[in-house]
Nanobody, 125 residues
Framework: VQRQAAGGGMVQAGGSLRLSCAAS????????MGWFRQAPGKEREFVAA????????HYGKAVRGRFTMSKNGAKNTVFLQMDSLKPEDTAIYYC???????????????????WGQGTQVTVSS
Protein backbone atom coordinates (compact mmCIF):
# COMPACT_ATOMS: atom_id res chain seq x y z
CA VAL A 1 0.00 0.00 0.00
CA GLN A 2 1.37 3.35 -0.94
CA ARG A 3 0.13 6.76 0.01
CA GLN A 4 1.02 10.06 -1.52
CA ALA A 5 0.06 13.39 -0.04
CA ALA A 6 -0.09 16.36 -2.37
CA GLY A 7 -1.30 19.92 -2.51
CA GLY A 8 1.07 21.65 -0.15
CA GLY A 9 2.59 25.01 -0.89
CA MET A 10 3.06 28.52 0.36
CA VAL A 11 0.15 30.80 1.22
CA GLN A 12 -0.42 34.00 3.14
CA ALA A 13 -2.19 34.01 6.47
CA GLY A 14 -5.94 33.84 5.99
CA GLY A 15 -5.61 31.87 2.79
CA SER A 16 -6.61 28.33 1.91
CA LEU A 17 -5.01 25.15 0.66
CA ARG A 18 -6.43 21.74 -0.17
CA LEU A 19 -4.37 18.64 0.45
CA SER A 20 -5.11 15.26 -1.05
CA CYS A 21 -3.92 11.77 -0.23
CA ALA A 22 -4.37 8.95 -2.70
CA ALA A 23 -3.87 5.31 -1.84
CA SER A 24 -2.62 2.72 -4.27
CA UNK A 25 -1.88 -0.94 -4.01
CA UNK A 26 -5.21 -1.98 -2.58
CA UNK A 27 -8.78 -0.84 -2.42
CA UNK A 28 -9.65 0.79 0.85
CA UNK A 29 -12.44 -1.00 2.62
CA UNK A 30 -12.84 -0.12 6.24
CA UNK A 31 -9.90 1.82 7.54
CA UNK A 32 -9.23 4.93 9.48
CA MET A 33 -7.56 7.68 7.49
CA GLY A 34 -5.75 10.39 9.35
CA TRP A 35 -3.86 13.61 8.82
CA PHE A 36 -0.98 14.59 11.07
CA ARG A 37 1.52 17.42 10.89
CA GLN A 38 4.96 18.15 12.21
CA ALA A 39 6.47 21.59 12.56
CA PRO A 40 10.24 22.09 12.90
CA GLY A 41 11.41 21.23 16.39
CA LYS A 42 7.99 19.98 17.47
CA GLU A 43 6.35 16.61 17.90
CA ARG A 44 3.96 15.28 15.32
CA GLU A 45 0.44 16.54 15.95
CA PHE A 46 -2.96 15.08 15.15
CA VAL A 47 -4.94 17.10 12.62
CA ALA A 48 -7.98 15.07 11.54
CA ALA A 49 -9.26 11.56 10.92
CA UNK A 50 -12.27 9.69 9.69
CA UNK A 51 -13.48 6.13 9.22
CA UNK A 52 -13.69 5.08 5.61
CA UNK A 53 -17.09 3.42 6.01
CA UNK A 54 -18.77 6.42 7.49
CA UNK A 55 -19.13 8.70 10.44
CA UNK A 56 -18.02 12.23 10.81
CA UNK A 57 -14.45 13.42 10.80
CA HIS A 58 -12.76 14.34 14.05
CA TYR A 59 -10.32 17.21 14.38
CA GLY A 60 -7.48 18.32 16.54
CA LYS A 61 -8.17 21.28 18.76
CA ALA A 62 -5.82 23.60 16.86
CA VAL A 63 -7.64 23.19 13.54
CA ARG A 64 -11.26 22.63 14.56
CA GLY A 65 -13.59 24.95 12.69
CA ARG A 66 -10.99 25.83 10.05
CA PHE A 67 -10.07 22.49 8.46
CA THR A 68 -12.42 19.99 6.82
CA MET A 69 -11.56 16.40 6.00
CA SER A 70 -13.48 14.54 3.30
CA LYS A 71 -13.13 11.53 1.04
CA ASN A 72 -13.78 10.33 -2.49
CA GLY A 73 -14.45 6.62 -2.31
CA ALA A 74 -14.29 6.08 -6.05
CA LYS A 75 -10.77 7.46 -6.16
CA ASN A 76 -9.54 6.08 -2.83
CA THR A 77 -8.61 9.60 -1.90
CA VAL A 78 -9.02 11.76 1.16
CA PHE A 79 -8.82 15.53 1.24
CA LEU A 80 -7.99 18.15 3.81
CA GLN A 81 -9.47 21.56 3.08
CA MET A 82 -7.56 24.12 5.11
CA ASP A 83 -9.12 27.57 5.47
CA SER A 84 -8.19 30.61 7.53
CA LEU A 85 -4.62 29.42 7.63
CA LYS A 86 -2.30 30.80 10.28
CA PRO A 87 1.50 30.93 10.44
CA GLU A 88 1.36 28.31 13.18
CA ASP A 89 -0.15 25.88 10.67
CA THR A 90 3.24 25.77 8.95
CA ALA A 91 4.39 22.14 9.00
CA ILE A 92 4.90 19.02 6.97
CA TYR A 93 1.53 17.32 6.63
CA TYR A 94 1.28 13.54 6.50
CA CYS A 95 -1.60 11.22 5.69
CA UNK A 96 -1.80 7.85 7.36
CA UNK A 97 -3.95 4.74 7.41
CA UNK A 98 -4.82 2.58 10.34
CA UNK A 99 -7.21 -0.23 11.13
CA UNK A 100 -10.73 0.41 12.28
CA UNK A 101 -10.21 2.73 15.21
CA UNK A 102 -12.63 4.08 17.73
CA UNK A 103 -12.86 7.83 17.80
CA UNK A 104 -11.04 8.16 21.11
CA UNK A 105 -7.91 6.70 19.49
CA UNK A 106 -7.94 8.73 16.29
CA UNK A 107 -5.21 11.02 17.58
CA UNK A 108 -2.84 8.21 18.60
CA UNK A 109 -0.28 8.10 15.80
CA UNK A 110 1.09 4.75 16.98
CA UNK A 111 -2.14 3.10 15.81
CA UNK A 112 -1.60 4.07 12.19
CA UNK A 113 0.27 1.47 10.17
CA UNK A 114 0.90 3.10 6.81
CA TRP A 115 2.25 6.59 6.27
CA GLY A 116 2.68 8.62 3.14
CA GLN A 117 5.39 11.05 2.26
CA GLY A 118 4.60 14.44 3.68
CA THR A 119 3.82 17.64 1.89
CA GLN A 120 5.09 21.00 3.08
CA VAL A 121 2.64 23.74 4.00
CA THR A 122 4.06 27.18 4.69
CA VAL A 123 1.89 30.05 5.88
CA SER A 124 3.45 33.50 5.87
CA SER A 125 2.27 36.34 8.08
Amino acid sequence: VQRQAAGGGMVQAGGSLRLSCAASGHTITDYTMGWFRQAPGKEREFVAALRWTGGSAHYGKAVRGRFTMSKNGAKNTVFLQMDSLKPEDTAIYYCATGPRLITSTYSDESRYTSWGQGTQVTVSS
